[in-house]
């Protein structure tokens, strides 16, 4: 059974308690689930039963499966350094179909346009479900009803979290590593496929109970720096090609160029300037969207202004944050991923380029974590609703259209912004009700768009900031009023009951459930 | 009449537009084929709206095709009516509810510093235009519209004045040269632009023709808000003319030039520092002022150099300009910086501003700062000069009331 017995949660969205035949809990409130006993463990491995030489080098990937025992209903996982450059998991597909293997489920730490080739194997029953980020070809597969189990989605930290629950129990994690020696030490940072750092993969590498690193740079031991450790490591394989480095840069990762969305980076400069969220030795985290980046830019300006350097930058680290740490003007960069290849190259060479992982950045079962500690946190939303609960993962229409990725644990920050275009093709951003509910509202505390900025009614303190710094400040109603009135007020989306898809909160809990679009003509 | 018509964009880096094919049918009723991005969430909105057009042009049988990129209302309709009055030959408009923000008058002096170009056939660079904040945002039918596409443009520039938000910049149109832009203002007159720019003005009879063709519409629909001209000067001819230009009608409020013709014209190319150009400039500056109008500056087309823009401008400004168009949302900032006062022009005009509000206050009638005497025509300058320095964001509006501001001997 895909799912059973539905209840109702603490944000008001009916959610299933069993999913894919496995008990799961209702999102409770921020802070409220925190469950009891020890982490899990993987099995016990003893050195003895590994080559003394450390030379754990096998012929080829599907040699390295088959020795990681492949068997039908498995969890692969996988991890997305190499975003839409990834060569490795639609191989490691090839070969389970090739071998006749069903059931299996895929677990990456985020999915990609190049992994619409795995379809077909959706479809035959070779992979079951994905747990991870379904975007494009995938999420339309997903929203559609087309897939065999549920679909889970989940933060970083939340993926991190799961593993260390024992919630999802990796059978075999692959590895793709731009660096690698046969022990199976590797790194992200050198290699003609240099990717920065391997972070996704490290809770892979800790808790699966097989682990294949792949390489396509394959050096004499040591590989330093060993972002991954070889003493977790069971088998290492050399393949000619690993990922293509320069597929890491995607559309969300350069820098506007539309007035509208520079409107909107400037008008949240100036929104942090004018309430002195931004001061020396600040810190920010901002996403990989075209705004958010430009808003780096705008804050860069109000650094040098005034003589001011940010103490750090959580990042998604590209071009603008590289340059920014290079001219002084932070002091480091707490790196989760690299976006692309100028922050690479500045994380081999710059000591205070630092990569992190969602260990130290969201891990929910931490002894607390970076996330809450960042001044000013900048994302982007599909949606958001009159009372600031947001959605990042679903069309308007319904469909799945993003990842949550690092979204949900950056929420933790001490001020969320959102800048976003009061509609998109006609679409309001701003709605009565979101489709998918990602996040309560008491986590988003401002909403920038080109009409103007709206304050959740929680943070007196910025609302009595801005009373006088001349910035258009409107109520959330007033903004979505306004869309409206240019857009009309859209329909609701046909969906049907059916249950495709739920959404984690970071502590493990379901927050909301994704819908089975009904697709066109069909009635 | 043909039997198929069609109007609106589509393909690769189309958006917020839809293209209609209409074809009158002698059975069946309305067919709509629908295909659009925003079909689960306006789909049914768009075929009312399709349903409510047929019906106003009464046709019964007709089968459509349609293909939205999320067209806002005023922009189907436009596509709609353009698509069905290809195909018979009535004179009945679709018109949907004006926006009231949409009816306000401009005043002969207004501020017109910056004045935004929209390709008069682009729905999707229209919707957003006003919050950049231009002073004027200009419907472009001339230029910027390709010969094909000019009847169906016309409808939908009538739409946007009547429906798109303005955000309080002057709602401008920029018509064809000739008969076609005498046609093209019975179609933006009726609906209250503010402003009609002339392309390639030669002589005052190029201006009396369109202001008679304007001041009979007004009549015929009633239209008591005036409705400026802004005639561009692009040519050696006009450059020559500019005088008897400027002062064809009462109605022209400034007067533009276009340097992309007027260099094509004298065969010469172009140039950052403007050489070329500087005996025409001078003479629409002169021109302008003489008969106590605006003289306004060309265009500045590289968008991505700002640097230059900016140094553009200031030497503009010196020249004695009063504006210059934009071609992209981003150079409107640099072009009211760059015109608006300096800080020690500011400074100056606060001081007399306030000596002249002293001696208001104690009904004396000569102003005085210091031990100089001020005659009212600096007073005036000053007045402007602040007016300039608070719409460009130099001088807060109430800079009077702020302590700061208030300077020795006032209590």
Redesign the interface.
């Known amino acids: 059974m895909k799912y059973d017995k539905l209840v109702k949660n603490a944000v008001g969205r009916m959610v299933p308690t069993i999913i894919n035949g496995e008990e799961h809990i209702p999102f409770m409130g921020i802070g409220k689930y925190k469950p009891t006993g020890r982490k899990y463990g993987p099995k016990i491995s003893s050195c003895a039963d590994y080559p003394e030489d450390g030379n754990k080098v096998l012929s080829s990937l599907k040699d390295a499966l088959i020795k990681a025992g492949l068997s039908d209903g498995m969890t692969i996982s996988t991890h997305h350094h190499f975003r839409d450059g990834d060569l490795i998991a639609n191989q490691i597909f090839d070969i389970a179909h090739e071998l006749g293997i069903k059931n299996l489920r895929w677990f990456p730490s985020a999915s990609f346009p190049c992994h619409a080739h795995l379809i077909p194997y959706l479809e035959d029953g070779t992979i079951n479900h994905i747990e991870g980020s379904m975007n494009g070809a995938l999420g339309k597969f997903c929203s559609e009803g087309k897939m065999a189990g549920m679909g889970i989605l989940r933060s970083h930290g939340g993926r991190y979290q799961a593993i260390q629950d024992g919630e999802v129990k990796i059978d075999i994690a692959v590895i793709a590593a731009p660096t690698a020696d046969a022990f199976g030490n590797a790194n992200g940072v050198d290699g003609s496929a240099a990717c920065g750092l391997l972070g996704f993969a490290l809770a892979d590498s800790q808790y699966a109970d097989k682990v294949i690193v792949v390489t396509d740079n394959l050096v004499p031991f040591p590989a330093i720096p060993w972002q991954i450790q070889g003493n977790f490591v069971d088998y290492v394989v050399k393949v000619d090609r690993v990922g293509l480095p320069e597929k890491i840069i995607s559309g969300t990762t350069k820098i506007t160029k539309s007035p509208d969305r520079l409107l909107i980076a400037e008008l949240t400069a100036k929104f942090c300037e004018a309430t002195g969220l931004i001061h020396d030795r600040f810190s920010y985290q901002a996403g990989a969207g075209g705004t958010a980046l430009s808003i780096g830019n705008y804050f860069g300006d109000i650094l040098r202004k005034n003589n001011w350097k940010a103490r750090f930058i959580r990042a998604g680290s590209n071009k603008y944050a590289v340059e920014m740490l290079e001219e002084g003007l932070v002091e480091y960069i707490l790196d989760g991923q690299t976006f692309d290849l100028d922050g690479v190259r500045s994380m081999r060479e710059n000591p205070n380029h630092v990569w992190t992982s969602p260990f130290t950045s969201y891990n929910y079962h931490g002894k607390g974590n970076f996330a809450s500690m960042v001044d000013v946190v900048v994302l982007g939303a599909t949606e958001v609703d009159v009372h600031f609960n947001a959605n990042v993962v679903s069309h308007s229409d319904g469909y799945l259209l993003h990842g949550i990725g690092g979204w949900q644990n950056t929420l933790f920050g001490k001020t969320t912004i959102l800048p976003i275009p009061l509609f998109r093709d006609r679409i309001p951003v701003i709605r009565d009700e979101v489709t998918t509910l990602c996040a309560p509202g008491e986590m988003i505390d401002v909403i920038v768009s080109e009409r103007g900025i709206a304050i959740n009614p929680l943070r007196q303190d910025l609302i009595e900031k801005t009373k006088r710094a001349g910035l258009p400040i409107k109520t959330i109603e007033e903004l979505k009023d306004e869309a409206e009135e240019i857009c009309g007020v859209p329909d609701k989306p046909k969906l049907s009951d059916e249950i495709v898809a739920v959404i984690k909160w970071v502590d493990g809990t379901v927050i909301d459930s994704v819908f089975k679009v009904i697709e066109d003509g069909e009635s | 009449m043909k039997s198929i018509g069609f109007a609106g964009n589509r393909g690769d880096g189309i958006?917020?537009d839809c293209y209609v094919e209409v074809e009158i049918t002698t059975s069946g009723g309305h067919d709509i084929e629908l295909q659009s991005?925003?079909?689960?969430?306006?789909?049914?909105?768009i075929t009312q709206l399709t349903e409510r057009v047929l019906a106003h042009f009464g046709i019964e049988h007709a089968h459509l095709k349609i293909e939205d990129?999320?067209?806002?209302?005023f922009v189907l309709a436009a596509r709609l009516e353009a698509a069905i009055r290809m195909t018979m030959a009535v004179d009945k408009e679709f018109l949907l509810p004006q926006l009231k923000e949409n009816t306000t008058a401009s005043q002969k002096d207004q501020f017109r510093f910056s004045r935004l170009y929209l390709p008069g056939n682009s729905p999707k660079l229209m919707?957003?235009a006003g919050?950049?904040q231009a002073n004027g945002l200009i419907l472009d039918l001339e230029d910027a519209v390709a010969p094909a596409k000019k009847v169906e443009s016309r409808f939908l520039v009538r739409n946007a004045l009547r429906n798109l938000?303005f955000y309080g910049a002057e709602r401008m149109v920029r018509i064809n040269q000739g008969e076609a832009g005498l046609e093209d203002l019975e179609y933006v007159v009726p609906h209250h632009v503010n402003l009609i720019l002339i392309p390639k003005c030669e002589s005052a009879d190029d201006i009396k023709k369109v202001d008679e063709k304007i001041q009979a519409l007004r009549q015929n629909f009633n239209i008591v808000n005036p409705v400026w001209l802004m005639p561009i000067v692009e040519s050696a001819k006009g450059v020559m003319n500019a005088y008897e230009i400027a002062q064809a009608s009462q109605n022209v409020v400034s007067m533009a030039i276009g340097l992309e013709d007027y260099t094509a014209d004298l065969g010469v190319s172009r140039t950052n520092e403007g050489g070329e150009s500087f005996f025409a400039r001078s003479m629409v500056v002169n021109a302008s002022r003489a008969v106590g109008i605006q003289p306004i500056d060309s265009v500045f087309s590289d968008v991505s150099d700002m640097e230059a823009l900016a140094q553009n401008v200031k030497r503009s400004k010196a020249l004695g300009f009063d504006g210059m168009g934009c071609i992209?949302?981003?150079q409107i900032r640099v072009i009211h910086e760059n015109y608006a006062p300096e800080a020690a022009e500011i400074e100056k005009a606060k001081k007399i501003y306030i000596a002249f509000k002293n001696a208001e206050a104690k009904g004396l009638g000569v102003v005085s700062l210091g031990s100089k005497m001020i005659d009212p025509p600096v007073v005036k300058r000053a007045v402007t000069t602040i007016q300039l320095a608070i719409n460009t964001g130099k001088l807060s509006e109430n800079w009077i009331t702020d302590p700061r501001q208030k300077i020795k001997g006032e209590r």
Request: charged share 25%; hydrophobic share 30%.
């Open positions: 958006k917020s991005r925003v079909k689960a969430l306006y789909g049914k909105q990129t999320g067209a806002l209302d919707i957003n919050i950049h938000h992209h949302p981003r």
